[in-house]
């Protein structure tokens, strides 16, 4: 069935600005499909009252004339990660059961302040760990193409909002996959961001030096169009950039004025992923060639060390992060930490921790040193690098959360990037005789979010994998 | 999924990690994390076969040093005595209540 929905925020903007529906219609819209569809998939953890959001929808018809945002008038939510003003933020959490944050976090701010409206705030994994969305007190989140399966995570909720059309984007939070994974397991497009090109003021901390901010939408334009919203140096975060904010979206039509080339590194295509995925990637490849651009191989040998620098310098951080939780101020006490956070919570406590700080952490942060210059060497032979952002097709509920380490190791593409803060963009790429999604990450160098996106413009223009929805009753 | 031989971590090392971090484990736990956590801390041990001599650590990657800001009251941000405590499960007169430390 068409809907208003299926639409890229551009083609909203444009009937919107035409009178052909009002933001009202759109607000309408969404909330059919999340009444519908909420019982079953779990998507949201808070639901914004559908007469708030009407409300708020007729006065963004009204002032339609005097605004000059793409977002003015669009509908969104936020991961429940981003702390919202008199919403109740829960980081998926009992920890933060019923916790109203008296502030907003700065991305929440600068979209509201752009026109968009939001409709509610989404399921995850607690505090970012994990990467299905089963390890959530909130019940976890399906994947709609099929319900038997996890949505991908940390950011599941923003995801399936997204292709069941009860949104037109989300903003996800990424450590170490949390907004490719699940693109790529939804179907949707979902852009990690250099480290600081977005504010992380207001985002609940998972592991600080990791953590990035993005945008999760239904296409690469979409992407452009939201990461122009939100990025640029914030007072607030002393670790987000000063550098400058390009014209993302303007910057789509310009074309690639070079021959680019993509690396794909060969030990990414190696055993442990599945055939289904390889195959569909490389035909991307050479979707990719057919545009003119040129694919040659390349070599990444550190791969094998990505989990382990993630898993022993993210555990790190976020025992740190989480000390804060004392229920003092704010929320319940730490019995109410699920026992995937409290796995993390002591990997990480265990690797600071005096007489294994040096074997462990120290050790961690060296070859941190040395999977940025693997980067730096491989983004000199190449402009992006195209690789699978999972191994698997959505695995089953239950599958992973049961399974700490295997847990650990679905991470396996999407892990390696975090540490050293350069950009990915997530795209889908195809399905499996299953009809489950598939996608692939472009990687660049810092703050070339321009290129990847103008990259992904340009595939999607060439294929539709990214318009395909699945079909629900 | 590779085990290991034995358990790197037994149940007492487990004991004193959670109690560094602040979490009280009932019994059931602390024996099912020995387990789990050896064989994760058994699969990141593979780090140690990379050779890191003379390499620096990294501790973040923004390129940024020294962020200051200037030394002024930002009052957009200050939240009013009503506002931060409006989250507190325990208050009294204005302030957070918390549990004595001395002994009386």
Redesign the interface.
């Given at each position: 069935m068409n809907m208003l929905l299926d639409r890229t925020i551009r083609e909203l903007n444009e009937g919107l600005n035409n009178q052909e529906f009002t933001s009202v219609d759109l607000i309408n819209e969404c909330y059919r499909s999340l009444e519908k569809l909420q019982p079953q998939l779990n998507a949201f953890i808070t639901i914004i009252d559908k007469k708030t959001a009407l409300e708020d929808a007729k006065k963004k018809d009204s002032k339609r004339s005097k605004s000059k945002s793409y977002l003015h008038g669009i509908p969104f939510v936020l991961k429940d990660a981003y702390i919202s003003e008199n919403v109740k933020t829960t980081s998926a959490s009992n920890v933060l059961s019923d916790f109203i944050p008296p502030y907003n976090s700065t991305v929440c701010q600068k979209l509201l302040d752009s026109g968009a409206i939001l409709l509610g705030k989404m399921n995850m994994d607690a505090w970012g760990h994990g990467g299905s969305s089963e390890n959530t007190d909130f019940g976890p989140v399906k994947n709609p193409w099929d319900q038997t399966r996890v949505a991908g995570g940390s950011s599941g909720g923003p995801g399936v909002a997204i292709i069941t059309r009860m949104t037109a984007f989300s903003i996800g939070e990424d450590t170490g996959g949390s907004i490719r994974n699940p693109s790529a397991w939804c179907n949707t497009t979902g852009l990690k961001v250099t480290y600081g090109r977005v504010s992380r003021y207001g985002c609940i901390a998972y592991a600080s030096s990791f953590d990035t901010v993005g945008p999760m939408a239904k296409t690469a334009e979409d992407c452009a169009i939201i990461l122009e919203a939100i990025a640029g140096k914030d007072p607030y975060d002393a670790t987000s950039s000063s550098h400058e904010v390009p014209h993302y979206y303007d910057l789509l039509k310009t074309g690639i004025n070079k021959k680019i080339i993509i690396g794909l590194p060969k030990e990414f295509y190696g055993n442990g992923l599945n055939d289904e995925i390889k195959k569909s990637i490389l035909e991307a490849a050479k979707v990719f060639e057919k545009l003119g651009m040129k694919v040659k191989e390349i070599s990444m040998p550190l791969f094998d060390y990505g989990i382990p620098v993630y898993y022993l310098i993210g555990p790190s951080e976020t025992s740190s992060n989480l000390a804060r939780y004392d229920g003092i101020r704010y929320g319940n006490d730490r019995s109410f930490f699920t026992e995937e956070t409290m796995r993390r919570i002591m990997i990480g406590t265990y690797a600071l921790s005096a007489g294994y700080y040096d074997a462990y952490y120290k050790k961690a942060q060296k070859a941190r040193t040395l999977f940025i210059k693997e980067y730096k060497k491989a983004l000199s032979e190449c402009d992006v690098i195209l690789i699978p952002v999972t191994p698997t097709p959505p695995t089953k509920l239950g599958e992973l959360i049961n399974n700490p380490l295997e847990n650990f190791l679905a991470d396996i593409y999407t892990t390696s990037q975090n540490p050293v803060g350069v950009p990915s963009l997530a795209l889908p790429c195809g399905f499996t005789k299953n009809n489950l999604p598939i996608g692939m990450q472009l990687v660049g160098d810092m703050f070339s979010e321009d290129l990847l996106l103008k990259l992904g413009y340009e595939y999607q223009k060439q294929t539709d994998w990214h318009k395909k929805k699945p079909k629900l009753e | 999924?590779k085990t290991p031989k034995k358990n790197l971590?037994s149940k007492d090392e487990?004991s004193y990690?959670?109690k560094?971090?602040?979490?009280?484990?009932p019994d059931k736990?602390l024996l099912k994390?020995s387990d789990?956590?050896s064989?994760?801390?058994d699969?990141?041990?593979?780090?140690?076969k990379?050779n890191?001599e003379k390499?620096?650590?990294?501790?973040?990657?923004?390129?940024?040093e020294n962020?200051f800001?200037e030394d002024k009251i930002d009052e957009d941000?200050m939240?009013t005595q009503e506002?931060?405590l409006?989250?507190?499960?325990?208050k009294y007169n204005g302030y957070?209540m918390?549990d004595a430390i001395f002994e009386e």
């Amino acid at each position: 069935m068409n809907m208003l929905l299926d639409r890229t925020i551009r083609e909203l903007n444009e009937g919107l600005n035409n009178q052909e529906f009002t933001s009202v219609d759109l607000i309408n819209e969404c909330y059919r499909s999340l009444e519908k569809l909420q019982p079953q998939l779990n998507a949201f953890i808070t639901i914004i009252d559908k007469k708030t959001a009407l409300e708020d929808a007729k006065k963004k018809d009204s002032k339609r004339s005097k605004s000059k945002s793409y977002l003015h008038g669009i509908p969104f939510v936020l991961k429940d990660a981003y702390i919202s003003e008199n919403v109740k933020t829960t980081s998926a959490s009992n920890v933060l059961s019923d916790f109203i944050p008296p502030y907003n976090s700065t991305v929440c701010q600068k979209l509201l302040d752009s026109g968009a409206i939001l409709l509610g705030k989404m399921n995850m994994d607690a505090w970012g760990h994990g990467g299905s969305s089963e390890n959530t007190d909130f019940g976890p989140v399906k994947n709609p193409w099929d319900q038997t399966r996890v949505a991908g995570g940390s950011s599941g909720g923003p995801g399936v909002a997204i292709i069941t059309r009860m949104t037109a984007f989300s903003i996800g939070e990424d450590t170490g996959g949390s907004i490719r994974n699940p693109s790529a397991w939804c179907n949707t497009t979902g852009l990690k961001v250099t480290y600081g090109r977005v504010s992380r003021y207001g985002c609940i901390a998972y592991a600080s030096s990791f953590d990035t901010v993005g945008p999760m939408a239904k296409t690469a334009e979409d992407c452009a169009i939201i990461l122009e919203a939100i990025a640029g140096k914030d007072p607030y975060d002393a670790t987000s950039s000063s550098h400058e904010v390009p014209h993302y979206y303007d910057l789509l039509k310009t074309g690639i004025n070079k021959k680019i080339i993509i690396g794909l590194p060969k030990e990414f295509y190696g055993n442990g992923l599945n055939d289904e995925i390889k195959k569909s990637i490389l035909e991307a490849a050479k979707v990719f060639e057919k545009l003119g651009m040129k694919v040659k191989e390349i070599s990444m040998p550190l791969f094998d060390y990505g989990i382990p620098v993630y898993y022993l310098i993210g555990p790190s951080e976020t025992s740190s992060n989480l000390a804060r939780y004392d229920g003092i101020r704010y929320g319940n006490d730490r019995s109410f930490f699920t026992e995937e956070t409290m796995r993390r919570i002591m990997i990480g406590t265990y690797a600071l921790s005096a007489g294994y700080y040096d074997a462990y952490y120290k050790k961690a942060q060296k070859a941190r040193t040395l999977f940025i210059k693997e980067y730096k060497k491989a983004l000199s032979e190449c402009d992006v690098i195209l690789i699978p952002v999972t191994p698997t097709p959505p695995t089953k509920l239950g599958e992973l959360i049961n399974n700490p380490l295997e847990n650990f190791l679905a991470d396996i593409y999407t892990t390696s990037q975090n540490p050293v803060g350069v950009p990915s963009l997530a795209l889908p790429c195809g399905f499996t005789k299953n009809n489950l999604p598939i996608g692939m990450q472009l990687v660049g160098d810092m703050f070339s979010e321009d290129l990847l996106l103008k990259l992904g413009y340009e595939y999607q223009k060439q294929t539709d994998w990214h318009k395909k929805k699945p079909k629900l009753e | 999924m590779k085990t290991p031989k034995k358990n790197l971590l037994s149940k007492d090392e487990i004991s004193y990690v959670a109690k560094l971090a602040k979490l009280n484990l009932p019994d059931k736990l602390l024996l099912k994390f020995s387990d789990q956590l050896s064989s994760v801390i058994d699969y990141m041990s593979k780090i140690q076969k990379l050779n890191t001599e003379k390499v620096p650590e990294t501790a973040q990657v923004t390129g940024l040093e020294n962020v200051f800001r200037e030394d002024k009251i930002d009052e957009d941000r200050m939240l009013t005595q009503e506002k931060a405590l409006s989250n507190a499960r325990r208050k009294y007169n204005g302030y957070f209540m918390v549990d004595a430390i001395f002994e009386e």
